[in-house]
């Protein structure tokens, strides 16, 4: 089936797709012959009935100013379609029809083409016809015909461009120049067909529109013009876009049966909303009206603004129950589709104990997710930096870290013999260098004896010398007025041996909203600690530790 989507003169066919490859081969134009009789081997017979059962022949798509009226619009001709039925072909009367069977194709029962169309062969009928005809070889349970367009086409041309056509064509008929052929079509259907048929001639459209573009987008998906599809889903993808036409193209995959020929403007369309939503804290009353492909977008973007993946996941949890109450549709939705979402290999321990207690999930599938993240995290750097580039090859992104507002950490406790914490902090160089001339990066909490901490990284002026430098502090969380006293110790990894170096001693009693460190970790200027031969950056990554431990 894949092979009858191929257009015999489409350039990703023989070459490349002119939008990639601008020296490619330009596609043949015949809009010299579009509807000339000298070269034309055919006459095909349009008929147009009402969208509806009292035979209206307005256009819907005429009154469709908006992505959003077309939405609308083509919501209520697919339900008025499902009630009606109306095109029924066992219909069609014997004595006038010589070959009245639907084109053979392998996808004429998908649930996607819900406005049927009818093909027929038969011969010419002498004379003009009338487009409200009351003969009585017609007067069965059909919709009423409230009109006839006559074009004459040439069958090569359609052919290499439609599989559909292609198909229509070689069905067994013996070759004549007198052949008619008939297609009925919904009135709503018209204009887009005939900018179909014009394309399939001259490779370009009249139409500007997003609302008409979709209709001719629909139209070619129908009639298997992958080629058109792609120009209009290109047109459209260079139009301004909003949230509402985004949510409108990402459901194009479901609609049509052509999907990977749209697949250019959903990707666009996911970009779009990543961009405009990453910062959910900004838009969180409109993202939690958002529908599900919409969150997915989203939530799959590297460039999401959250403090923490802990963020992410609690918003997850707040957007199924707003949308999905019954606990049984909110488990099916987490387990097949936002569960996949989240990147639990960089939530907080403390947030994957509670991932597990969640009633929300499958306990099956939140012990996977949280073994696999707890794997994770405890990889070597370098096996973790090869994971994520694999994953980053495919569809999933669990592997890949985005830009947090709190950089995660490593950490490791220890209860006996005495109560004990170590800290790994790693930076990449361009997060190092975003941190000139003052700036601060902070890491997600992490605890001991039921206390929270964080480390956070400084450019600051060095107070003796004036010079920029690279600092490294401690910090506790403001809770209550409880005290700690503290011991702690701040390393590096640093070339050659690229061990743990030790940088600084210190012991400190924290109160709530407390920190303590030092202003120049490594006692140089910050242009030294940022040159290309910078004993602290392995690989680009400034590997950070802190050791914490409590004083009795």
Known sequence: MKDQNLDLFDPRTAVMDPEFSPTSTREPDFAFAFNDSNFSDRVLRIEIIGDSLDGDGDSDSHGCHSL????????????????ENALDITACPEEQIISCNQIDSEDADNENQDESVVAMIEEPN?????????????????????????????????????PFFYKLFSNGMKESEQRQVTLRINA???????????????NTLTT???????DVLMAADK????????????????????PESALLYLELPSSVLMAEAVQPLTDTAKQFLAARYKDITKFQEEVMKLPLAGIEAILSSDDLQVAS??????????????????????????????????????????????????????????SKLVLEALFFKAEAPHRQRTQAAEESASSSRRFVERAYKYRPVKV??????????????????????????????YSQAFHLGGQGFFLSAHCNMDQQSSFHCFGLFLGMQEKGSVSFAVDYEFAART??????????????????????????????????FMAEDSLYFINGVLHLRAELTIRH
């Open 68 to 83: 959003a009226d077309w939405a609308r619009n083509r919501k209520r001709r697919r339900e008025d379609f499902k009630k």
């Open 126 to 162: 002498s004379g003009d016809e009338a487009a409200n005809s009351d003969d009585s070889t017609w007067n069965c349970d059909s919709p009423r015909v409230i009109k006839v367009k006559t074009l004459h086409i040439s069958s090569p041309i359609l052919a290499a461009k439609s």
């Open 188 to 202: 709503s259907e018209e204009a887009a067909l005939m900018e179909l048929l014009n394309f399939m001639y001259s």
């Open 208 to 214: 500007s529109t997003a609302p008409a573009l979709l």
């Open 223 to 242: 009639f298997e013009v992958a080629s058109c599809m792609r120009y209009c889903s290109r047109l459209l993808r260079n139009l301004p876009m909003t």
């Open 309 to 366: 993946e802990d963020a992410v996941y609690d918003f997850v949890l707040k957007w199924t129950r707003a949308h999905y109450p019954q606990i049984d549709e909110r488990r099916d939705i987490l387990s097949s589709r936002l569960g996949h979402c989240i990147r639990f290999p960089f939530m907080s321990c403390r947030k994957l104990r509670k991932v597990l207690t969640c009633n929300d999930f499958e306990h099956e599938f939140s």
């Open 412 to 441: 490791v406790e220890f209860e006996l013999p005495r109560h004990q914490c170590i800290v790994y902090l790693d930076l990449k160089r361009d997060e190092c260098a975003n941190l000139f001339p003052s700036g601060k990066v």
């Open 495 to 528: 070339k050659p041996a690229e061990e743990y170096v030790s940088k600084y001693k210190g012991n400190y009693t924290f109160t709530g909203g407390k920190a303590v460190g030092y202003r120049n970790l490594f006692a140089i200027p910050w242009t030294s």
